[in-house]
């Protein structure tokens, strides 16, 4: 009886739904109302404008880069959170379930990883670096490196993996992407322009774009390095368990 | 409209109509399911649905990827690049949202020893 | 001056979020700092915001435009006189942050001390920056970073329940925000726009269609989640009454109208008054939810033992007041609406004051005894007769007896519902006076006029840094009653502006 009330409940929402989206303009048409209001300016001058070849990523950290900044922030909140609910974890007090488990670890896995991790770091900076030119940026290097974290305590352990990213170093990186946006965007205020402003007039006009370019990077670095981290903290909070 | 053409329109904004689908059934499964951790797919359902409604929005017919650069014809037709930007936003809040969730369940593991939903009630 | 209070509006947002990033590598050096590190990065920003307000009463609205592009194609910060809210959330956050040092050693492990005051600037960085922007996306992106922080200061402590009426809100919380995500979504598709006002302009030259409908309905929805509006308000009881006392002054304070500033931004922000989308029903039907929440709020209220239970309930029950002022609007005689949405907007500020006080009381109360029952309580008035007298101006206030500053928006809101010709709502509101008036006078009797079950023996008055917030917030609610016509000079600008009158009217004038 409830479910039956609930299931014609959500069939009426769903119809409602559906028929709200198949009054909306036919999908793939280059006539909506999205794409010839806004969109053309970015298309036409964001490579001038904005300074990166991948309009995406000149509309996350230009146009749109107070929504990042949030964003970064989000990121940010969940391991606050996560640390909040569960706490963090000492190396005196700690250890892991993984560790704990009788089944050793066999020698295919310990060096397969051992020999990826370098190539799988290096892949993440080169998706960090590389957002402005191709498919990638901050968020996606950052996720990277966070898994690369996560392999290399998975395999070794939790010890060794505490010990490898220690926390002294940690608690400094995971505040990395907020900061990085905030003294990018700071600049600006000293040359009397808005928040976030890229391009500084007030300088000599043969480096502003060079400025640019490294208030960017700066950002795109500040991302990768704080997302990873946050990613490799909210797993060692959630993994651990208290040793006997 | 005339059912021929809501039948003409459900085709034409499928893509649509699978997300709106999928975002009933997420929410569905929220209500129905008393396990936590089933709870929470459901959750994650209904954003990946909203996700998939804003991205192909963005779509264009014939569109290339927004990249300008080597190799690119100046008349070249791009697809909208603002929904791909508000959806790795979305994503990564949605990460965020996974990330406490998981957090709580393990805690009430821990203290409690049950994800069911009706048995949690009792433990008052 | 003029040139630096115009970057105001966002310095405040963006100081609050460095901060709180920054708060967990001070308390690195010295525990003991992350204290004071927040109680200085909170009146920072509440300088900041005293000098948008100041700014906005003499120059008018500040357009704030992030990275300098115009609005439709970048983000912009729109402080205006609904922001107003803003000089309340940071100015209670100090107080709040100034309240918990001593309070928060009573509930929460020492390790996460600087984790709480983290999450409360990010908390407060949320509410800022959701108030002030003029874009939509950014509303959703702040509207996570406070619905997250909120999520976890609940569940900080280490109680059982906490972790379920956290969850139980995440979820609920996680599905409203989607609604939100999916309404932008398909306003976007209808628009092809981000920004409010470009929005608003949008939807008028469009013939309307059913997807900008649905659209209002899904915000409308999700809005009412985190206002706890009836019949979605059961996350409601559980978080607020469990939380830390500190956070849920915060949560029952501030938090709860956010939800009410998502509603007006929406309907009268971009679906305008007068516009191309008649949304009355929409309204209508929100009005006599808020008649139900009201009076569904003030029935649980009375039958709970646990005095943050009371508080809580009552919280759901003041929602309706405010829903109800605000949704009491004519869609072609804009003037008809303005007593409604003065009362609600009012309430919007005076039960933010009141109800931070009466959590705070509760919190000191329940510092120095370990008390929350109502029945062990008894007789308390006569060992902590500070904090139990400004329970009892609270109290008196929320009730709304003439003097106090409950009685003034009761009074609008009435008016309101009267020039409707609803006189169904004025009765459902005074009805739940009625009701909260028994519950108040059951507190009050309980704390001065009951003997203690037991003879109490070692409880003296709440300490220092507890007491000064009290005081304050109570002397607070006394101001804004005798002196009514302060808070209303700060609201009539602002009801006439959402309305879409020119800011200096006066009705009948």
Redesign the interface.
Known sequence: MK?GV??FA?FL??VL??A?????P?????ETP??TH??PR??EK??EEGGA????TG??LNY?GY??M??VT??F???I??LA??GRENIKRHTSKVELSSVEKSVIVKSVVRLLAPFIILFALYIILHGA???GGG?QGGAILGASVIVFTLTFGFTLGMKKFPLKYRTILESAGPLSFFISGVVALFCGLNFLTYMLPCINHAYQDLVRHLLLLIIEIGIGIGGGTVIGS?FF??EKVEKE | MSPAE?LN??T??????V???L??IG??T???KPN?IK??MG?NI??TS?FL??V??????G?K?????EGVSPGT??V???????I???I??A???T??????????YE??GTLNADK?KE?? | MLEFSQHCPVLMTITLLVGAALTPIVSRFRKKLSFLWAMFISLLSFFFCSCATWRLYSEGPISYWLSGWEPPYGIEVRFDYVSTITFLMTGLGVLIIFYSRKYIEHEINEDKFSLYYTLVLLLLCGMVGFSVTGDM?NL??FL?ILS?SG??LI?ITEE??N??A??KY??MG??S??SI??GI?LL??VTGT?NMADMALRLQQFPPILTSYVALVLFVVGFSVKAAMFPVHIWLPDAHALAPSPVSALLSGLVIKVGIVGMIRILYTVYRLGGNINFIPVTNFMGWLAAITILIGAFFAFFQDDIKMIFAYSSISNIGYIVMGISLVSFTQPEKGYLGMVGGLIHIFNHAIIKSTLFLCAGALIYKTGFRKLSDLRGMGKKMPITCGALTIASISIAGIPPTSGFICKWYIILGAIEFGKWYFAAALLIGTLLVFAYYIKIVNAIFFREPNEPITKVDEAPMSMLIPIVLLAIGCLVLGVFAYLPLAVIRPAAATILGLPSTYIPGG
């Not at chain 1, 070849?53 to 995406?56: D, K, S």
């Not at chain 2, 192909?56 to 017919?61: H, L, T, Y």
């Open positions: 479910k609930i299931i959500l929402l769903w739904l559906v709200a989206v198949i009054a909306l036919p999908m793939g048409s280059s999205a794409y806004v969109v970015y298309l964001e490579v070849n991948n309009i995406v509309i996350i749109r929504d990042t949030g964003e989000v990121i909140t969940a391991l959170c996560v609910v569960l030119e191709s498919p968020f909210i909070a959630m | 809501i329109k459900l034409v904004n499928f893509n649509y109509v997300a709106m689908t975002f009933i929410l569905y929220i209500i129905s936590l709870k929470f959750l209904m954003e909203v409604f804003v192909s929005s963005g779509a264009v017919m569109g990827a927004p990249i300008v650069g037709v791009f909208n690049p603002i929904p791909q930007a508000l790795l936003t979305g990564v809040v990460m965020s949202t990330a406490l969730a998981l957090a709580l369940i393990i805690k009430l203290q409690c949690l433990i008052k | 996306f959703y992106v996570e997250l999520y976890a569940a059982k329940l972790a379920m956290s969850f995440l979820v996680a599905i925000s989607l995500l999916a979504a976007y598709n981000l």
